[in-house]
T-cell receptor
Framework: GENVEQHPSTLSVQEGDSAVIKCTYSDSASNYFPWYKQELGKRPQLIIDIRSNVGEKKDQRIAVTLNKTAKHFSLHITETQPEDSAVYFCAASIRRRADSWGKLQFGAGTQVVVTP | ETGVTQSPTHLIKTRGQQVTLRCSSQSGHNTVSWYQQALGQGPQFIFQ???????GRGNFPPRFSGLQFPNYSSELNVNALELDDSALYLC??????????????FGPGTRLLVL
């Protein structure tokens, strides 16, 4: 089955700097890659996602890049702010086909701390 | 915030007991997935329900079972609770339009403590 590895496990950045989180996946059939942000005691919230027919996607200060050949994808946060402090999870999924289903396989998470 | 709700928010049980957790999916969504999130870890897929049938299962024993109702809400049942079942249980709803599965939106979770 799919295996997703996420690095680093913790990331400390100064406010205004950039943060990069990297994930690798094992199943080349995976074609949907969401990123979730989870604040302490709260639900995971989708912040951005990318499908395998796209190499990069950007939404304001957040961007995700995908390298299908190398089977890795990354989250980039620019101009970090204290409210960006949270745990970030990457995930991979195979788009549902007639004989498949959209199980999300999550990475272990990255604790991001943004210091003022 | 998503329109996905879960109840109860917290629950304390003892080993061997049974528990039922509930999830109401977001309006317009027809698929519910359940995940177990142990402290400090990523969510682990338990199973998914689509059109009231189990539509895929992760590596969880049969004492984890579920149900989906005609209004697409869902229940997760866990029998013979073990200490390791202590975790945050998340449900996520999504729309399966027949061609692909779209984004999964999570509920706030139920925190289960087994003593």
């Amino acid at each position: 089955g799919e295996n997703v590895e996420q690095h680093p496990s913790t990331l400390s950045v100064q406010e205004g700097d950039s943060a990069v989180i990297k994930c690798t996946y094992s199943d080349s059939a995976s074609n949907y890659f969401p990123w979730y942000k989870q604040e302490l005691g709260k639900r995971p919230q989708l912040i951005i996602d990318i499908r395998s027919n796209v190499g990069e996607k950007k939404d304001q200060r957040i961007a995700v890049t995908l390298n299908k050949t190398a089977k890795h994808f990354s989250l980039h946060i620019t101009e970090t702010q204290p409210e960006d402090s949270a745990v970030y999870f990457c995930a991979a999924s195979i788009r549902r086909r007639a004989d498949s289903w959209g199980k999300l396989q999550f990475g272990a998470g990255t604790q991001v701390v943004v210091t003022p | 915030e998503t329109g996905v709700t879960q109840s109860p928010t917290h629950l304390i049980k003892t080993r061997g007991q049974q528990v039922t957790l509930r999830c109401s999916s977001q309006s317009g969504h027809n698929t519910v997935s359940w995940y177990q999130q142990a402290l400090g870890q990523g969510p682990q897929f338990i199973f998914q329900y689509y059109r009231e049938e189990e539509n895929g299962r992760g590596n969880f024993p049969p004492r984890f079972s579920g149900l989906q109702f005609p209004n697409y809400s869902s229940e997760l049942n866990v029998n013979a609770l073990e200490l390791d079942d202590s975790a945050l249980y998340l449900c996520a709803s999504s729309l399966d339009s027949g061609g692909s599965q779209e984004t999964q939106y999570f509920g706030p979770g139920t925190r289960l403590l087994v003593l």
